[in-house]
């Protein structure tokens, strides 16, 4: 990969930049002031909004966070206090880069040849995380706290512990990291470009209940939804990729574990060569009903009510367990994870 | 495989001609056991009368709701035991099965959901991760729990989930779901339920994803071998 193109990008952006200029630009896209108040939690009807995120090429950290903005101002207009952004929405802060075009041409010619994929996914993240986790968190922190909202942001691809991971971040009202999620189920590309699985599923718990944060690439496999849903779980996300993996499977997978599943897309992003995603949409639980319940349809975002004030709903077919049946299922000799994966895991 | 005509009719009523698998659609909750003798003598009738692989009325037998499927010569080729029960059956203590058993059979690689087996998302990856090939299912639910909506999505929640084709009866309704189709449903008000279906196993770009998603339940393990996975009861 031409990597001197990257690195002198990231390396003048990293001179110009630091937590406090990040933070500072981030907080201009409130011109009214930093000082909204904490928005009521009704406990029997809890919105929750999906975003239409649209990634470009932006040429200011103001310019950067005001694409971030656009669903948070349009979900605050709904009274919603829950905002879930698509996985790897970070990406679009490459856009930042100077001359971004053409980093994002040879970051795309170093991935298009599957032989060497690996070594230059490694390579990119290697040479752009510290920047783009830089402008990430200190840009949705500000955004959290400005909005005062709790934000699953996507996020992006990150080295820990030697390993490349595909990480998600979820933001507190008041601007801190309240939990991270490695993506658990990944696509066929991001197996050959080296990405490690994440081993557990982190569930914190928040004022409008516990939120999982999952992607499309779980939607046809029940068992993230399962734990996600014995951990305590009411919300779960999983949104829309640049992988195009089928979502249609995430109203049954909602109704299944009684889940709320909040699930954003991008809209066409021409910068990126990103297709238009599907309609974000949020699939309730009890509406039993296959199409999205999301009730407010804007251009960037789509909202819906959600009653989480009670126990998980009750279905009188659904309701039987059998732990039993589970001893069986896990005991059953499985495939073996690394011979499946072998080949990726070397990689 | 071959594709396969398959329908999902009414009890006994004769099937579309050519058809080569019938799914009987049983109204009521299930043949008692004293009945269940009865009950499958006549479906062995139907399917030599017919000459179609048949899976008749839920029945008792051992104090387990059970399934079978029959051949076109009148021979059980396999049966299956529920593995979860609705509320009621529940509160009538009937037994249960540990795990789904998919046979062989020569319109391919058989699993059979009994009852409400068919909304149990485990129970079917059990079937899938077993080589099924094909999902057959009866599922009684109350005329006010019924609904075509429902149906659709729980057809479409099992078969798109695993990429295997499903023929099955719930309620009032059959559906016959191609893995990566719209099911298609209906309650018999003018016509059978018949379309043809190709039985595939789950696949192969789903086996790595398969064992990553097992991966995870099996490092939860002691939240479902304990509980069943009832966060509540935790």
Redesign the interface.
């Known amino acids: 990969m031409r990597s001197s193109v990257l690195r002198s990008s990231v390396f003048a952006m990293s001179f110009l930049s630091s937590d406090t200029r990040i933070r500072l630009e981030a907080r201009a896209v409130f011109p009214n002031g930093y000082s909204r108040e904490l928005p009521f939690v009704s406990p029997v009807g809890t919105k929750l909004t999906a975003a239409r995120f649209a990634p470009r090429i932006t040429r200011s950290m103001r310019a950067a966070a005001e694409q971030f903005d656009e669903p948070l101002r349009e979900a605050e207009a709904q009274g919603s206090p829950f905002v879930a952004f698509p996985e790897l929405s970070g990406l679009a802060l490459l856009g930042l880069l100077p001359r971004a075009e053409q980093v994002l041409d040879v970051l795309r010619s170093g991935l298009a040849e599957e032989r060497h994929r690996a070594d230059a996914a490694r390579e990119a993240v290697q040479i752009t995380q510290g920047f783009l986790t830089e402008v990430f968190l200190n840009t949705f922190s500000v955004l959290a706290r400005g909005h005062r909202m709790l934000i699953a942001a996507g996020g992006l691809y990150l080295m820990d512990s030697g390993l490349l991971k595909n990480r998600q971040y979820l933001f507190s009202e008041t601007g801190e990291v309240l939990a991270y999620q490695d993506k658990?189920?990944?696509s066929?590309f991001e197996?050959s470009m080296g990405v490690k699985?994440g081993?557990?599923?982190a569930c914190p718990d928040t004022r409008i209940g516990r939120i999982a944060m999952l992607t499309a690439?779980?939607?046809?496999?029940?068992?993230?939804f399962?734990?996600a849903?014995?951990?305590?779980a009411r919300i779960v996300t999983a949104g829309a990729s640049p992988f195009g993996e089928?979502l249609?499977?995430l109203?049954?997978?909602g109704?299944?574990q009684s889940l709320a599943v909040v699930s954003p897309s991008f809209a066409a992003a021409p910068d990126f060569g990103l297709p238009q995603g599907p309609a974000p949409a949020v699939h309730l639980p009890q509406s039993?009903?296959?199409g999205p319940a999301a009730s407010a349809q804007g251009e960037r975002a789509a909202t819906a009510r959600a009653d989480l004030s009670g126990?998980?709903s009750f279905d009188?077919?659904?309701?039987?367990?059998?732990?039993?049946?589970?001893?069986?299922?896990?005991d059953?000799p499985?495939?073996d994870?690394e011979a499946?994966?072998g080949e990726?895991r070397r990689g | 495989m071959e594709p396969i005509r398959a329908a999902v009719v009414p009890v006994d009523a004769p099937p579309p001609p050519d058809t080569q698998l019938v799914v009987f659609s049983d109204p009521k909750p299930y043949m008692a056991e004293a009945l269940a003798a009865q009950m499958l003598s006549r479906a062995v009738q139907y399917a030599r009368r017919y000459g179609v692989y048949l899976v008749p009325q839920r029945f008792l037998a051992e104090r387990s709701l059970c399934l079978c499927l029959l051949s076109p010569a009148g021979v059980p080729l396999g049966a299956q035991r529920a593995t979860h029960l609705n509320l009621d059956y529940r509160a009538e203590r009937l037994r249960r099965a540990d795990r789904i058993l998919p046979f062989d059979t020569p319109i391919g690689r058989v699993a059979l959901l009994v009852d409400v087996d068919l909304e149990m998302p485990h129970a079917v990856r059990q079937a899938a991760r077993e080589g099924a090939q094909l999902l057959l299912a009866s599922h009684f639910l109350q005329p006010f729990d019924l609904t075509a909506e429902r149906v659709r999505l729980v057809a479409a929640g099992a078969s798109h989930a695993n990429g295997i084709p499903l023929v099955g009866s719930m309620g009032g309704f059959g559906v016959i779901c191609p893995p990566q189709e719209e099911p298609l449903v209906g309650s018999f008000e003018e016509t059978p339920v018949a379309a043809a279906v190709t039985p595939a196993a789950a696949p192969e770009a789903l086996r790595a994803p398969m064992e990553e998603a097992a991966a995870l339940l099996r490092s939860y393990g002691r939240l479902f071998t304990e509980t069943g996975g009832d966060a509540d009861a935790q």
Do not use: K, W
């Open positions: 658990l189920i990944l066929p197996r699985t081993s557990t599923l690439s779980c939607a046809q496999h029940f068992e993230p399962a734990v849903a014995a951990l305590g089928d249609s499977p109203a049954a997978r109704r299944e039993g009903r296959r126990p998980p009188h077919y659904t309701a039987d367990r059998n732990p039993a049946f589970f001893e069986s299922l896990l059953e499985v495939g994870l499946v994966l990726f």
